[in-house]
């Protein structure tokens, strides 16, 4: 029997969504073992004089413990 654990990572980029998204799970593959899926929990995106300047994803990764 498997069990998991669900964790949140903020990840930022200034160039996209999709691009913060696959930052912040490459992030996660080096420090969690075992990563088997994740969701957008948040969006969110830095304006300054009118122009996007960072976007934001909050994620939820879940992978499983070692046993």
């Given at each position: 029997m498997s069990v998991a654990r669900?964790?949140?990572?903020i990840a930022a980029s200034p160039k996209s969504f999709d691009d913060a998204i696959h930052?912040?799970?490459a992030r996660a593959n080096k420090t969690l073992q075992h990563v088997k899926s994740a969701w957008i929990e948040d969006q969110k995106m830095d304006i300054e004089d009118g122009k996007i300047t960072q976007y934001r994803v909050a994620l939820k990764v879940?992978?499983?413990l070692n046993e």
């Amino acid at each position: 029997m498997s069990v998991a654990r669900v964790t949140e990572i903020i990840a930022a980029s200034p160039k996209s969504f999709d691009d913060a998204i696959h930052q912040g799970i490459a992030r996660a593959n080096k420090t969690l073992q075992h990563v088997k899926s994740a969701w957008i929990e948040d969006q969110k995106m830095d304006i300054e004089d009118g122009k996007i300047t960072q976007y934001r994803v909050a994620l939820k990764v879940t992978f499983v413990l070692n046993e």
